[in-house]
Every structure is written in C-alpha cells, then in structure tokens.
C-alpha cells in the first residue's frame, strides 16, 4: 500500500511531550518500518511547520521529509479540488481548502490517507478518497 500520511497523524508523531496510542500512529510506525510506500506533500510540510514554531523543530521536520518521495498539485488537481470542496459543501460537509486539495491529491496518484481528521472519512463518501480504516 502506498500512503499520503496527514497533517494530523504527523502532529502525533512528531510531538515529545505526549505519548500516543492512536492505530494511525501506530500504522505510521509500521509503515516506516518497510511494510509499506510513505509518501507526502508541500502541503503537509508547510502546515508542520507552521505548527511548531522552534528552529531545531522545524530542522527536524525538514529534514525527517526530505527522505519521502513528494507529490505536487498541478492545476488540475485545483481544480478537481474545488469541485470537491462545492460537492462536499452542498452535502453539508465543511472540508477546508488545504484538506480538499490533499484529498484530490490521494485520489489523483492512488494514494490511502492515513488521517485522524475526520472529515476526510466523510468527504470519502462524496468522492474516490481511501481512507486508512485499520481494518
């Protein structure tokens, strides 16, 4: 299996102050492990880093995501992305910009999102987006 992991799961693995037991952390760790392809985007990097905001952290994330192979939008995936955004919208689903982008990203290049967010279980039912379920 080949993996976009999320903003959210890197938030967990990235932390030192809180151990966490979540099956997606726990996943990642697998995953890193060989057993399966971990891949990211700008887009996730950039949301790191602007959540921790210490220099030697931000060294640490730049360098631990320059070993993963990146995906980048084109302007298609914008566009698909805004067309899912509007879909998930009239369906009464806020998905923020960022996630619809990423979403289309995973559907565009076959990736599963490993995500503790939510939303993007619930934007999967509008869309082709795998979602790790654990199961």
Request: with cysteine; proline share 1%.
């Amino acid at each position: 299996m080949t993996l976009l992991v999320d903003t959210s799961v890197w938030s967990l693995a990235l932390r030192r102050d809180v151990a966490s037991r979540a099956p997606e952390l726990l996943y990642l760790q697998t995953a890193l492990a060989g057993h399966d392809l971990v891949m990211t985007t700008g887009l996730v990097l950039q949301e790191l880093l602007q959540g921790f905001s210490g220099a030697k952290d931000q060294a640490r994330i730049i360098e631990t995501f320059s070993a993963f192979k990146h995906v980048s939008p084109e302007l298609d995936d914008h566009l698909q992305a805004a067309m899912l955004r509007n879909t998930c919208r009239r369906a009464g689903l806020q998905l923020g910009t960022i996630d619809a982008l990423i979403a289309q990203l995973c559907i565009r290049h076959r990736l599963v999102l490993l995500t503790t967010d939510k939303d993007f279980t619930h934007a999967s039912a509008y869309c082709k987006l795998q979602v790790w379920s654990g199961s």
